[in-house]
Nanobody, 123 residues
Framework: QVQLVESGGGLVQAGGSLRLSCAASGLTFSNYVLGWFRQAPGKEREFVAAVSRISDNTYADPVKGRFTISRDNAKNTVYLQMNSLKPEDTAVYYC?????????????????WGQGTQVTVSS
């Protein structure tokens, strides 16, 4: 049974930082592309970042230069370091795993999802 469990969300002031973690179990972690998505109230879920099997990173334009995704295959964990946070970054953040080789930004490609962690950025 595959499980993805996010942690690290919370309330932070604009300009601050948070580090999200997503611990995976029940899958061969190194064989998966890992992604982070977010969903704000009243909006569709959107791509944030993804890391390939060989640690090539892809970012959505709104977070480029502020967010960094990384993976630790020894710990079966993917991270999202978020710096210079803005109120518009407020959302529930989800991690996801995709068994294909290519990196996709569409959520429809991802096979497994975590339950999400809330990030709130105050102005």
């Amino acid at each position: 049974q595959v499980q993805l469990v996010e942690s690290g969300g919370g309330l932070v002031q604009a300009g601050g930082s948070l580090r999200l973690s997503c611990a995976a179990s029940g899958l061969t972690f190194s064989n998966y592309v890992l992604g982070w998505f977010r969903q704000a109230p009243g909006k569709e879920r959107e791509f944030v970042a993804a890391v390939s099997r060989i640690s090539d990173n892809t970012y959505a334009d709104p977070v480029k230069g502020r967010f960094t995704i990384s993976r630790d295959n020894a710990k079966n964990t993917v991270y999202l370091q978020m710096n210079s946070l803005k109120p518009e970054d407020t959302a529930v953040y989800y991690c996801a795993a995709d068994r294909t080789i290519a990196v996709y930004t569409s959520s429809s490609w991802y096979d497994y999802w975590g339950q999400g962690t809330q990030v709130t950025v105050s102005s």
